[in-house]
């Protein structure tokens, strides 16, 4: 497993320092972030509940003129450069975007603002973080507001930021397990998905309700069925978990976790034994309203909500043999606007 800096802020600055010299122009925070509920939803054009977190991959950087993009990347000690001038006319990035290296997720970001029209210039700069690397933990800038998290439509791209309720906490449990895109099935999924959007005649598993569902489920064969009513499910009880959050229903927004993990569990079948077991001991501990995995799942990363934090379950977890275990309590943060460093 890769690390990630003790000190992400310090560490591209120096590293900026050692391989262009000076300081750069901008210092850049994008913080990384944790979905509370709305899993396997983006792809298929529903509804996201994200929050900001208190760790975060920093740039800095400085602009040139020559449309080259130079960037260290100081957690993984390489470097990486493309031409802007080439990259929109050498098509969509490949989708194993993963497989293809860090520089790869540049290179996309890249492609996207030039293929919507934006003039982009040149820059140097050296690039790092302290979210886990292959966690689920992105980086996601829009989540970012103190004390609340993102209700975000994935087709319209609008957003609504909800408050937590008072008192709580999400705690992040990293089971220390990685998966990639490509072995872990997740393309296998978005297929499945697909094809029932394609069997109803619609774009997306959005336009999709259960009521739909349960009318044709004998057309369904025994996968594509319950991959559809995750997806259907899910985009519910994520629209539900907003306005739990909204009027501060802390017992029911858990109730909703709970249900989305069994749903990506038995219906989706994404978890895994890691995940299974600190899901199960974060319930045990009182003060934990719920408890789901986060991300694509395959054994990552499970976010319990609580009212007490994160000390009373080390001491359930600690005895279980799972492997590396890393707790960390996640209150939402908001995003700061790029600095000039002084």
């Known amino acids: 497993m890769k690390e990630v800096s003790a000190d992400p802020a310090a560490a591209v600055r120096?590293?900026?320092?050692?391989?262009?010299?000076?300081?750069?122009?901008?210092?850049?925070?994008?913080?990384?972030r944790v979905n509370l509920i709305g899993e396997h939803t983006d792809y298929n054009v529903g509804f996201v509940l994200p929050m900001a977190i208190d760790r975060a991959v920093w740039l800095a950087l400085r602009p040139t003129t020559d449309g080259q993009v130079r960037v260290h990347g100081v957690d993984v000690d390489e470097m990486g450069e493309f031409s802007l001038s080439t990259l929109l006319d050498s098509g969509p990035p490949e989708a194993d975007t993963a497989a293809q290296g860090w520089l790869e997720y540049l290179k996309c970001t890249a492609w996207a603002l030039l293929d919507a029209g934006h003039r982009l210039t040149g820059w140097e700069g050296a690039v790092a973080g302290d979210v886990p690397i292959g966690a689920g933990l992105s980086s996601s800038p829009p989540a970012g507001r103190a004390g609340h998290a993102l209700l975000l439509d994935c087709r319209t791209l609008e957003g609504r930021h909800v408050p937590l309720p008072s008192g709580t906490a999400v705690v992040v449990l990293d089971t220390g397990t990685r998966r990639g895109l490509v072995d872990s099935a997740y393309n296998e999924r978005r297929s499945q998905c697909e094809k029932v959007s394609a069997l109803f005649g619609v774009p997306a598993l959005r336009d999709v309700t259960s009521v739909d569902l349960a009318a044709r489920a004998g057309e369904l064969d025994d996968i594509a069925r319950p991959r559809a009513s995750h997806v259907i499910s899910e985009n519910e009880r994520t629209s539900e978990a907003a306005e739990a959050l909204a009027r501060g229903d802390a017992t029911r927004m858990g109730e909703l976790m709970d249900a989305s993990c069994a749903s990506l569990?038995?219906?989706f079948e994404v978890s895994s034994e890691a995940l299974d077991k600190m899901v199960a001991c974060a319930r045990r501990v009182d003060g934990c309203y719920g408890a789901r995995m986060t991300g694509a799942g395959f054994g990552i990363v499970p976010s319990p909500l609580s009212n007490r934090g994160l000390q009373p379950l080390w001491p359930r977890l600690q005895p279980k043999?799972?492997?590396?275990?890393?707790?960390?309590?996640?209150?939402?943060?908001?995003?700061p606007q790029p600095t000039v460093p002084e």
């Open 14 to 32: 120096q590293a900026y320092a050692a391989r262009f010299g000076g300081e750069p122009q901008f210092l850049i925070r994008a913080p990384g």
């Open 265 to 267: 569990r038995d219906d």
């Open 321 to 335: 043999a799972i492997t590396r275990q890393q707790l960390t309590t996640r209150r939402s943060m908001s995003v």
